[in-house]
Structures are given as structure tokens and as C-alpha cells.
């Protein structure tokens, strides 16, 4: 089993800057991600990275203004989101896969964290 554990999620202005991250209980995850989940909405994806390549994959709503990346020291997960909007206003989930080969879809990932508020104000 592998525990995730969110931070950094809180309350900011549009236009300014949160960083999430995501501590991993162990290293054993090919490829982690940030999912979100805005009231009355499905959860959607964010970004996704391979842990031993560092390829990522962007939804396009975030391109140019989040960044995602990893540490692997630390077995932590981050989220750099720049020029927050508040249609960024969400449960912010992080999330592991040991699929190989390939960003995994959805259903693929099998461990989840508890999730962080980030809330945008206009």
C-alpha cells in the first residue's frame, strides 16, 4: 500500500500562486498526478508526471500556468499553479499509477490522497 498525503491547498486572490504538494509513503509509483474535483463538476485531470523520466502530460486549461514536478529525494509530488483563476476552485487530489509505458488514464490509478481545498477569489 501506498499513502498520499496533500498540502499546501488554502485561499488566494485570482492572479496569485499556490504550490501543492504531495508526500508518497514509498517509492514505488511510476507515475503520479493531480486531479481536481470544482463543485457540482466530475473530477478532471490536471497534470501528470513519470517518476523516472519526468515526462509530464497537461490538461490544456492549466498549460502555461501550472507546473508539475517531483522530488525524488523526498518522494514528493508538487503543483506550482501560477495565475489562479476562479474556475481553478477545487478539491485538488493527488494521485499514483504503477501502469508502465504510458500516462495512465483515470481508472488506472490506484492510490489516492485525501485532497486539498483550493479556493480562488475574484
Known amino acids: 500500500q501506498v499513502q498520499l498525503v496533500e498540502s499546501g491547498g488554502g485561499l488566494v486572490q485570482a492572479g496569485g500562486s499556490l504550490r501543492l504538494s504531495c508526500a508518497a509513503s514509498?517509492?514505488?509509483?511510476?507515475?503520479m498526478g493531480w486531479f481536481r474535483r470544482a463543485p457540482g463538476k466530475e473530477r478532471e485531470f490536471v497534470a501528470a508526471?513519470?517518476?523516472?523520466?519526468?515526462?509530464?502530460d497537461d490538461a490544456d486549461v492549466v498549460k502555461g500556468r501550472f507546473t508539475i514536478s517531483r522530488d525524488g529525494a523526498k518522494n514528493t509530488l508538487y503543483l506550482q499553479m501560477n495565475s489562479l483563476k476562479p474556475d481553478d476552485t477545487a478539491v485538488y487530489y493527488c494521485?499514483?499509477?504503477?501502469?508502465?509505458?504510458?500516462?495512465?488514464?483515470?481508472?488506472?490509478?490506484?492510490?489516492w490522497g485525501q485532497g486539498t481545498q483550493v479556493t480562488v477569489s475574484s
Open positions: 494521485a499514483g499509477s504503477r501502469v508502465v509505458g504510458k500516462m495512465p488514464q483515470y481508472w488506472e490509478y490506484a492510490y
Open positions: 508526471i513519470s517518476w523516472s523520466i519526468s515526462n509530464t
Open positions: 514509498r517509492r514505488s509509483l511510476y507515475v
